[in-house]
Structure formats: structure tokens, C-alpha cells
């Protein structure tokens, strides 16, 4: 019979489609691969299915031999219904930290309590479980009880590094991206007011809050914002295809993140093939795995104590190390051979 891995993603067009073809181009294992999408619309190379019923019907078809990876599992409801199913000894997933950071939020409810539980238990049913890096991985292992948590990251998929890039100069503004999303966790009212010294410069801050978060959240930010920097201030609301994105990431001069947890990898890996400054909370888990592997990754907290010509010099100064260091960790080439051996290994 046919060797079958199936990969089952949640509605985030962002990360399946390039990581489809990430998967068939760059590292085909000796396996037929099948890609589920939950999306309301047929999209081409995928199997739709637009609710939980829908899904453990297709779970329900697969044969015995099938392996399956989840990307991201958020739905407890999808937890409790593979608590009951067989299919679970097929399974390995990826998690997220989205997943991860829940959990450890202060004065959760009994509803979030027994959330935390069902997870533990779905998680300690899978096959193999992996993190995107080493903090998360021992998070993982803290808060869901799995004892073998591999770390595997995701690969910077299809990012091109413009070579010309515009120089700064005294008629061009110096351009700060903060934040990836509008999700609250970006805590972007703290990381404004920490560039809140710099509102009479020659500068632009620019916010992607184009999805993941609550239109009050998104109102109550773009106001602080405007109150402090005035038409400096930048808001993206609608989504941008990769090319747009793409093309932002090559604008903007540095980027600026107040998350707590792991987020946002694909902007901050984009930074750094870019040589471009990151900065991050010293106490988050992407800082503590890219500092260790070697990155110079800056510290948000000291972004606040920077004037504007510090900033201007610090991306003005030539940044080779980055870029070698992605190019050996988190590129498509670096990162295809580890998650063939791992999709090899799901049949062995």
C-alpha cells in the first residue's frame, strides 16, 4: 500500500500555501503527501473541509497506515473528539505558541483549567510532538507533561532580499515596524511608548493589524498611536499578499516586537537574512534561541533609551553575521533535510 502523510492546517493561507510547496518541492519524502486546509472555498493542491465534522469525517477515511500532522491545533473541540478516536497513534503535531502560552496565563478559569487538561492528554496521545525552538520545547514539556519534545522549526519560505536597498537620508524617514499582527499580544501600546521619544524625528512607525485581533483592541491602539506620532503613525488593515509583505519587510530600516511569547517568526527571520536590527523581549524564547545560536538580536526594553541617530547608526553599520547564521539554521536549504528525515521517519 501506498505510504501517505497527511498534513492538516488551520485557516492561515499565510503559512499553508508556501509550506505546501515547501513540503513538494524542497523536501519530498518517500511518501505521498495529502494537505487539508479548514477554508470555506476550494483552494487548488488542498482537501478542503470547512467544519470539525467535516474533518473526522476525512479522518475517519484514512487507512490504518496514514500518518498525520497537525500544524497548530487550537480547538479543544477537536481535542475531546480525538480523545475518542484510534487515529490519535497516527498523529504528531506541531505546536505553536499560541497553544503553548495559554496555559500559563495568571487566574485562568475552570473552563481554561479544563482546557489545559484536555490538551495535555490529546498531546500525550501523539506520536511525536515538536516545538519551534528549545524554550518552547521545555515549556512544552512543563505545562503538557510530554517528556520528548523535538524542536523543528518552520523555514523562511520565498523571501527575496532586495539587493539596492534605499538609503537613509536626511529627506527619507527612518522606518520602525512594530508588531506582526493585531493580535493583543503584540502588546503594541507598550512597544509605542517606548518609542514614544522619538515623535518629533524624521520617522514612520508601521503596524501590520490586519488580522488577529479585536476590532475594540485594533480602535483603542491606532488612537494611542495617532495621539502620539500623528500622520507618522501608519496602520495596515487590509491583508497583504506575499508580495506586498514581502516588499514591506524589505522597506522598513528595523523592527520592534513587545510580545511575551514566540511570535512573528517570519518577520523576525526575514530581519535577520536582511542584517537588518530585531528587537525582542529579553525574556521571550525566540531571544533566548537566536541569541544562543549566536544572533545579535537587540533588547526591546533598551530601544526606549535610543536616540534617533543611535538607531541610524545601528542600521546603518554592515550586519554579515545574521544573514550566515540564517543561512546555516532557518533557510528552506538549511531546514529541508531535517523535515525529511522527520516525515521518513513517521513510517519507520
Same mark, same amino acid.
Given at each position: 500500500?501506498?505510504?501517505?502523510?497527511?498534513? $492538516?492546517?488551520?485557516?492561515?493561507?499565510?503559512?499553508?500555501?508556501?509550506?505546501?510547496?515547501?513540503?513538494?518541492?524542497?523536501?519530498?519524502?518517500?511518501? #505521498?503527501?495529502?494537505?487539508?486546509?479548514?477554508?470555506?472555498?476550494?483552494?487548488?493542491?488542498?482537501?478542503?473541509?470547512?467544519?470539525?465534522?467535516?474533518?473526522?469525517?476525512?479522518?475517519?477515511?484514512?487507512?490504518?497506515?496514514?500518518?498525520?500532522?497537525?500544524?497548530?491545533?487550537?480547538?479543544?473541540?477537536?481535542?475531546?473528539?480525538? +480523545?475518542?478516536?484510534?487515529?490519535?497513534?497516527?498523529?504528531?503535531?506541531?505546536?505553536?505558541?499560541?497553544? +503553548?502560552?495559554?496555559?500559563?496565563?495568571?487566574?485562568?478559569?475552570?473552563?481554561?483549567?479544563?482546557?489545559?487538561?484536555?490538551?495535555?492528554?490529546? $498531546?500525550?496521545?501523539?506520536?511525536?510532538?515538536?516545538?519551534?525552538?528549545?524554550?518552547?520545547?521545555?515549556?512544552?514539556?512543563?505545562? +503538557?507533561?510530554?517528556?520528548?519534545?523535538?524542536?523543528?522549526?518552520?523555514?523562511?519560505?520565498?523571501?527575496?532580499?532586495?539587493?539596492?536597498?534605499?538609503?537613509?537620508?536626511?529627506?527619507?524617514?527612518?522606518? $520602525?515596524?512594530?508588531?506582526?499582527?493585531?493580535?493583543?499580544?503584540?502588546?503594541?501600546?507598550?512597544?509605542?511608548?517606548?518609542?514614544?521619544?522619538?515623535?518629533?524625528?524624521? $520617522?514612520?512607525?508601521?503596524?501590520?493589524?490586519?488580522?488577529?485581533?479585536?476590532?475594540?483592541?485594533?480602535?483603542?491602539?491606532?488612537?494611542?498611536?495617532?495621539?502620539?506620532?500623528?500622520?507618522?503613525?501608519?496602520?495596515?488593515?487590509?491583508?497583504?499578499?506575499?508580495?506586498?509583505?514581502?516588499?514591506? +519587510?524589505?522597506?522598513?530600516?528595523?523592527?520592534?516586537?513587545?510580545?511575551?511569547?514566540?511570535?512573528?517568526?517570519?518577520?523576525?527571520?526575514?530581519?535577520?537574512?536582511?542584517?537588518?536590527?530585531?528587537?525582542?523581549?529579553?525574556?521571550?524564547?525566540?531571544?533566548?534561541?537566536?541569541? #544562543?545560536?549566536?544572533? #545579535?538580536?537587540?533588547?526591546?526594553?533598551?530601544?526606549?533609551?535610543?536616540?534617533?541617530?543611535?538607531?541610524?547608526?545601528?542600521?546603518?553599520k554592515d550586519n554579515n553575521r545574521n544573514p550566515d547564521l540564517m543561512?546555516?539554521?532557518?533557510?528552506?536549504?538549511?531546514?529541508?533535510?531535517?523535515?525529511?528525515?522527520?516525515?521518513?521517519?513517521?513510517?519507520?
Open positions: 500500500m501506498t505510504k501517505r502523510i497527511i498534513h $492538516i492546517f488551520a485557516d492561515t493561507p499565510h503559512h499553508y500555501k508556501p509550506m505546501q510547496q515547501f513540503f513538494e518541492q524542497q523536501c519530498r519524502p518517500d511518501a #505521498e503527501q495529502l494537505f487539508w486546509v479548514k477554508t470555506p472555498e476550494s483552494i487548488p493542491n488542498f482537501v478542503n473541509y470547512k467544519n470539525n465534522a467535516e474533518l473526522f469525517a476525512l479522518l475517519e477515511s484514512t487507512a490504518k497506515e496514514d500518518q498525520i500532522v497537525f500544524h497548530g491545533s487550537f480547538d479543544m473541540h477537536v481535542w475531546k473528539k480525538l +480523545l475518542l478516536s484510534s487515529v490519535t497513534k497516527r498523529c504528531s503535531c506541531v505546536l505553536w505558541g499560541a497553544e +503553548l502560552y495559554r496555559h500559563t496565563r495568571p487566574k485562568r478559569t475552570i473552563k481554561e483549567r479544563v482546557v489545559h487538561v484536555l490538551h495535555a492528554l490529546v $498531546i500525550n496521545r501523539y506520536k511525536q510532538v515538536f516545538a519551534l525552538n528549545k524554550g518552547d520545547a521545555k515549556l512544552a514539556q512543563r505545562v +503538557l507533561f510530554k517528556r520528548n519534545v523535538k524542536v523543528l522549526p518552520y523555514p523562511l519560505i520565498g523571501m527575496k532580499v532586495e539587493q539596492d536597498r534605499e538609503q537613509l537620508t536626511s529627506e527619507k524617514p527612518l522606518k $520602525i515596524l512594530v508588531g506582526n499582527s493585531a493580535s493583543a499580544s503584540n502588546n503594541h501600546i507598550d512597544a509605542l511608548n517606548k518609542l514614544a521619544h522619538l515623535a518629533n524625528e524624521n $520617522i514612520e512607525i508601521i503596524m501590520p493589524l490586519n488580522y488577529g485581533g479585536e476590532q475594540s483592541y485594533i480602535d483603542e491602539v491606532v488612537k494611542h498611536a495617532t495621539t502620539l506620532f500623528g500622520d507618522k503613525f501608519i496602520a495596515i488593515t487590509e491583508m497583504l499578499n506575499k508580495q506586498d509583505y514581502d516588499k514591506l +519587510l524589505n522597506d522598513v530600516h528595523l523592527t520592534v516586537f513587545a510580545q511575551h511569547r514566540q511570535q512573528g517568526l517570519y518577520v523576525a527571520y526575514a530581519m535577520l537574512l536582511m542584517g537588518k536590527p530585531m528587537f525582542l523581549l529579553s525574556d521571550t524564547s525566540s531571544y533566548n534561541y537566536l541569541t #544562543e545560536l549566536g544572533f #545579535e538580536i537587540y533588547k526591546t526594553d533598551e530601544v526606549a533609551s535610543m536616540s534617533y541617530s543611535e538607531l541610524n547608526n545601528l542600521i546603518s543561512n546555516q539554521h532557518f533557510t528552506e536549504q538549511a531546514l529541508a533535510p531535517k523535515w525529511r528525515n522527520m516525515l521518513e521517519q513517521l513510517h519507520g
